[in-house]
């Protein structure tokens, strides 16, 4: 290698790949390393739901950084490699195989693992959603199956549930919860999503507790609480998933539920930065983690230009999106335990918008439908616009009148 600035980032997915190429941005000289342990280009993962699910794309069909790779970027791919320890010291990773990787900065972007429930262990029956090579055993199973049981009434899980329906499957969702996605929305928004997906035949159980399970032989089932025993073909858990920071609590860095990193994405150790899922970062409110494509996109951005000698801080309103039978439900901003005020927009059949302030400023937005809208919502948040709540509900209002008026 020649004296330019070594960087290694450490993960493939948009957080990874977002700071491999602004690392490559930010120093044009250097050399950018992308180390990943699948052996493909770098994937979208939000399609694995979705259109994988479907038959109607492939996950090399959206690789992240384009038609022509992380290599069309100046970045080297090193593809099927994981790495398996960091030396502080000698600021060097070691691969699996026994290669040693020397660094001048290190990016951990090592995303999130799924949740797995102990009753509900990998196999032929039961199936966990995170990776292409998943999708694919997935897309197999439900192509010669008649019915579906989803554990979890998540995001991914209510994905998975109208990619099911779509392809003719019975489906019935088990959740916990009193309601779905109680975290990303109000109870109102929450039921009409519900109601939708009732609507195309998706059974929702909530507040259900599993007592028992069985995967044995083709017999699947799972008997609830209150008595009810439900069989299906194939299930499918959506719990969660916790941050992958064992690389980083290895190697001594400060890591609890992630990696604790400043707004800069640098970690406890100077040299060592890391951005995405895997990673707890300074919020409004103090350290929180978030899991969404758009936070680790901007998240390592950030991280990579800085360990390539930038200066940027991360102040981006996090967002996530999904789409469930004809909803394209998005969410902006940093929900508050007790808004101040909520407001609801109404915009028609099959769309709404609903505003959660702190104060005089928005704080969180959540809508169906409502891309337009959203998009200025983000604008009112990140400028931190004041607004007023009965304005916020008057569909009179354009709130892009109302964002050109008071910033």
């Known amino acids: 290698m020649n004296g330019a600035r070594k960087i290694v980032i450490v993960g493939g997915g948009p957080a990874g790949v977002a700071a491999a190429m602004a690392a490559k941005q930010q120093d044009a000289a250097a050399d950018v390393l992308l180390i990943h342990d699948e052996a493909c280009e770098p994937y979208e993962k939000p399609p694995l739901s979705k259109a994988v699910l479907t038959g109607k794309a492939k996950p090399a069909d959206a690789p992240i950084a384009g038609a022509k790779g992380v290599a069309g970027h100046g970045v080297i791919a090193k593809l099927g490699t994981r790495v398996s320890a960091i030396d502080r010291a000698a600021r060097a990773v070691a691969t699996a195989a026994g290669e040693r990787i020397g660094y001048d900065a290190l990016v951990l972007a090592t995303g999130s693992v799924n949740r797995v429930l102990p009753m509900f262990p990998p196999g032929p029956h039961i199936h966990y959603l995170r990776t292409e090579a998943e999708a694919r055993a997935l ?98 858990v959506g719990a969660g998933a916790v941050a992958e920071d064992s690389l980083a609590k290895a190697a001594g860095l400060n890591a609890e539920n992630g990696i604790v990193v400043d707004d800069h994405g640098r970690s406890s150790d100077p040299a060592i930065f890391a951005a995405g899922d895997c990673t707890r970062f300074p919020g409004p409110h103090g350290l929180l983690r978030l899991e969404n494509w758009r936070h680790g996109q901007e998240h390592g951005l950030i991280a990579g230009r800085n360990a390539a000698g930038g200066d940027a801080a991360y102040n981006v309103a996090p967002s996530f999106w999904s789409e469930q039978h004809d909803m394209y439900i998005q969410g902006v901003g940093w929900p508050v335990a007790q808004p101040s005020a909520r407001a609801r927009r109404p915009l028609g059949a099959n769309a709404t918008l609903v505003f959660e302030l702190d104060g005089p400023h928005l704080a969180y937005a959540v809508g169906i439908n409502a891309q337009r809208d959203i998009a200025v919502a983000r604008r009112l948040i990140e400028r931190r616009v004041p607004v007023d709540a009965a304005e916020l509900a008057d569909p009179a209002k354009p709130l892009a009148q109302m964002l050109k008026a008071k910033s």
């Open 139 to 236: 897309k197999a199973h439900l192509d010669r199956s008649k019915s579906l049981l989803l554990i979890g009434g998540g995001v991914v899980g209510l994905e998975i549930a109208a990619s099911a329906r779509e392809l003719g499957l019975a489906v019935t969702v088990i959740e916990l919860a009193p309601r779905i996605l109680a975290r990303l929305c109000d109870a109102e928004t929450s039921a009409l999503i519900h109601a939708r997906h009732r609507e195309r035949g998706v059974d929702i159980r909530v507040g259900a507790v599993v007592a028992t399970s069985r995967a044995a032989d083709g017999d699947v089932a799972v008997t609830l609480a209150g008595g009810d025993t439900i069989a299906a073909d194939l299930i499918v």
